[in-house]
């Protein structure tokens, strides 16, 4: 299984910041994906990649982008941080079509 | 594009009585279909999948879920729960369009376990 590591579990920002979120998975797989989870909404998708600099946008981009330089590792930027961004974010690894995911421990994030 | 409705926010079970979690997707094309676990602060895990054959299947923990693709249904199940089953469950489907890559989830549901 893709063993997906988050740099940070918790971490307190303050409005108007830009912040990083760092996700390194152990294996080389293509397919990494970013998610911010809040009560009664699930799971909703905010980007994810197949490749080396590659992305695509899922249900929610907006006031977020994301960078993958190298093919381990997956950040997801705010680039100007509000309270609504305030959330748990999971970063998801893929061994590819049909193994599901593997998911790491997730940041709360919490802007001030 | 696929969506995942899970009924039930919330759902208490008595220790050692059984419990089901439904879980209902929509799609016209044939997709998998997974069962998520989250304990308290912890990310998601996989407890089960279904891909293709056998309509029941069997995971993790004693879980198993059923695959009913007239009624686009993929329920959770287990014949008796424990304390150590409390959790978030989360169902989700895969889309097609993405090669079955991308998942989209359902809003979960909160399992707790009454002893």
């Known amino acids: 299984d893709v063993k997906v590591t988050q740099s940070s579990r918790y971490l307190v920002k303050r409005t108007g910041e830009k912040v990083f979120l760092e996700c390194v998975q152990d294996m080389d797989h293509e397919n990494m994906f970013w998610y911010r989870q809040d009560p009664g909404l699930g799971l909703r998708l905010i980007y994810f990649?197949?490749?080396?600099?590659?992305?695509e946008k899922g249900d929610i981009p907006e006031g977020y982008s994301v960078s993958r330089e190298k093919k381990e590792r997956f950040s997801l930027i705010l680039e100007s941080a509000s309270t609504n961004q305030t959330s748990m974010y999971l970063c998801?690894?893929?061994?590819?079509?049909?193994?599901?995911?593997?998911f790491g421990s997730g940041t709360r994030l919490t802007v001030v | 594009a696929q969506s995942v409705t899970q009924l039930d926010s919330q759902v208490p079970v008595f220790e050692e009585a059984p419990v089901e979690l439904r879980c209902n997707y929509s799609?016209?094309?044939?997709?998998?279909l997974f069962w998520y676990v989250q304990y308290p602060n912890q990310g998601l895990q996989l407890l089960l999948k279904?891909?293709?054959?056998?309509?029941l299947v069997k995971g993790i923990n004693g879980f198993e879920a059923e695959f009913n693709k007239s009624q686009t249904s993929f329920h959770l199940r287990k014949p008796s729960v424990h304390i150590s089953d409390t959790a978030e469950y989360f169902c989700?489907?895969?889309?097609?369009?993405?090669?079955?890559?991308?998942?989209?989830f359902g809003t979960g549901t909160r399992l707790t376990i009454i002893p």
């Open positions: 998801a690894g893929s061994g590819g079509s049909p193994y599901g995911y593997t």
């Open positions: 799609s016209s094309v044939s997709v998998y």
């Open positions: 279904y891909l293709s054959g056998s309509t």
């Open positions: 989700a489907v895969s889309d097609p369009n993405f090669g079955n890559e991308k998942l989209t």
């Open positions: 990649s197949y490749d080396v600099k590659m992305k």
